[in-house]
């Protein structure tokens, strides 16, 4: 077996050549392939090109049992890194932005942990590496149209994300609603441009797409309860492309982030009957779209006790928080949650001596590595307890 430094400092090579080379949604075929030679190498059988350019690791205990699947995500950002580090991205405009480097490596040590005791297991361990988190649809749903919980079926699945807010080591969790949903909104104005100089010759969609900007922001002020977690966000609004010419069209896209589908469908409902009483005023016309994102994370309440309880015993009492309410984040792990019972969590990876203090999608976004084995160890701890309680929380 091998010693915790040595453990640490493979650990640390794994994750630094991903996050050297990174590969942004369905294009992580060098990824994939370090995945896979890893897994490999433990011992485990691999399944390649499951979802695109997903990798399935399989681990076969020594006797029947149930199966768990453990989730990470492999895909980077299209952001240039900042960090002058001697692992710094190499690929100019791509980044590992959001700890998926990190994911990846944190799996890959789970696999390798459990792999030493593969005999004295029962059941079986899928490891899933997904490609294509960050878009959508993205890579759960291409993992799931290729059978990635069947053949065999998995009873279970585990994922989770590193926080940079949280201190490293710490795990942040709730039974229930881990995390909201999330709806797309995409608006096309039409008016008549002109000169610069003669407006009102003119049907203005930048006025009438800044007016629906500002007029947006009211629902959540004024038509929802004000104790319940939602948020309407502006991404792009693109119109133009010289400073006197008013334009003909623009393009506008958003997001909706809620708790509950009753209330996506209210809010889609006012944001049409704001934009078409704002555009129809100015004698303007427009096209509209309402795209589901993400559904509901929701955690299986006996599988959220499993993972709380291990991680007492891994992290310690004091590491383990509990949420008061779900965030406004959404994960496509939800695809995999609403098939089988899962449970998702947060791992804190914020070290402040170290300078480890910047948010997700940051340019300096960096990871405390020491949270690798940590959390390679928690992943193999709570498989580890699952498979040999036959699927029950024993805590």
């Known amino acids: 077996m091998q010693s915790p430094s040595g453990f640490l400092e493979k650990l640390v090579g794994i994750r630094r050549d991903i996050h050297l080379h990174p590969e942004l949604s369905f294009e992580e075929t060098r990824t994939a392939g370090l ?6 190498d433990s011992g485990l059988a691999v399944i390649r090109n ?3 350019t997903g990798v399935v690791g399989v681990l076969r205990g020594g006797r029947p049992g149930k199966t768990i699947a453990i989730r990470s ?4 950002l299209p952001i240039a890194e900042e960090n002058d580090t001697p692992y710094a991205s190499r690929v100019p405009g791509k980044m590992h932005a959001c700890g998926h480097d990190g994911h990846t490596t944190i799996n890959l040590g789970a696999a390798m942990l459990l792999a030493q005791e593969s005999e004295s297991l029962p059941g079986l361990v899928k490891f899933i590496f997904q490609p294509a988190e960050e878009i959508a649809p993205g890579g759960a749903q291409a993992m799931l149209a ?5 053949d065999p079926s998995v009873d279970a699945i585990l994922g989770f994300h590193l926080a940079p ?4 080591g710490t795990l942040r969790i709730r039974s229930g609603v881990m995390m909201g949903l999330s709806e797309e909104f995409v608006l096309r104005i039409r008016g008549t441009g002109g000169h610069g100089a003669r407006p009102h010759q003119t049907v203005d969609p930048v006025y009438i797409g800044s007016q629906i900007v500002t007029a947006l922001q ?3 002020s004024r038509n929802i309860d004000p104790a319940e977690p939602v948020a309407v966000s502006f991404g792009q609004f693109h119109a133009g492309t010289v400073f006197n010419v008013i334009p003909s069209t ?3 896209n958003g997001t909706v982030r809620c708790m ?3 209330v996506s469908r209210y809010i889609r409902q006012r944001i049409e009957a704001i934009v078409q009483g704002v555009v129809g005023s100015a004698g303007g016309e427009f096209e509209f779209e309402y795209i589901p994102n993400c559904p509901r994370t929701i955690n299986d309440p006996t599988l959220t006790a499993l993972v709380e309880g291990v991680a007492v015993d891994v992290l310690g009492p004091e590491s383990v928080q509990s949420m008061p309410q779900p965030l406004l984040e959404t994960e496509d792990f939800s695809y995999f949650s609403e098939r089988v019972p899962g449970a998702y969590f947060q791992l804190g990876t914020r070290n402040v001596a170290k300078g480890v203090t910047h948010p997700l999608h940051s340019p300096k976004f960096d990871i405390d590595e020491a949270v690798l084995p940590l959390g390679a160890a928690l992943l193999a701890s709570i498989a580890r307890d699952f498979l040999r309680d036959g699927g029950r929380a024993s805590r």
């Not at 995500?73 to 980077?76: K, L, N, S």
């Not at 807010?165 to 490293?168: F, G, N």
């Open 218 to 220: 009211a629902i959540v």
């Open 73 to 76: 995500d492999m895909d980077a």
């Open 50 to 52: 499951v979802g695109k």
């Open 35 to 40: 995945v896979a030679e890893h897994l490999q």
């Open 146 to 150: 290729d059978r990635v919980l069947e």
């Open 260 to 262: 509950t589908p009753d």
């Open 250 to 252: 623009a393009y506008l």
């Open 165 to 168: 807010e949280l201190p490293t």
